[in-house]
């Protein structure tokens, strides 16, 4: 079992900034993928950004360039760093652990950016 926990998020208006955080705990795997993802009301949760443990990173093509995903190793922990923020990146952001066999969520922390 793995444990995903979040914390960050809030309110800020256009052109702010915030930073998410994610901690895993439990039974990690050396080899996993970490990452967030975003779901805005009435749409589908899609992929922000991930990071893997060997340290290669994917972004959606929608944060690159304003998001920067980030981890330590030896606390099990990531950061997402978002800058320039928009009202369209108002969606609750849920962590995510993945491993061979084994998919983990947090419970999610909500964004909002105001105009």
């Known amino acids: 079992q793995v444990q995903v926990v979040e914390s960050g998020g809030g309110k800020v208006q256009t052109g702010g900034s915030l930073r998410l955080s994610c901690a895993a705990s439990?039974?990690?795997?050396?080899?996993?993928?970490m990452g967030w993802y975003r779901q805005a009301p009435g749409k589908q949760r899609e992929l922000v950004a991930t990071?893997?443990?060997?340290?290669?990173?994917n972004y959606a093509a929608s944060v690159k360039g304003r998001f920067t995903i980030s981890r330590d190793h030896a606390k099990n922990t990531v950061n997402l760093q978002m800058n320039s923020l928009n009202p369209v990146d108002t969606a609750v952001y849920y962590c995510?652990?993945?491993?061979?066999?084994?998919?983990?969520w947090g419970q999610g922390t909500q964004v909002t950016v105001s105009s």
């Open positions: 990071i893997t443990s060997g340290g290669s990173t």
């Open positions: 995510n652990y993945r491993a061979v066999g084994d998919v983990y």
């Open positions: 439990g039974s990690i795997s050396r080899l996993n993928v």
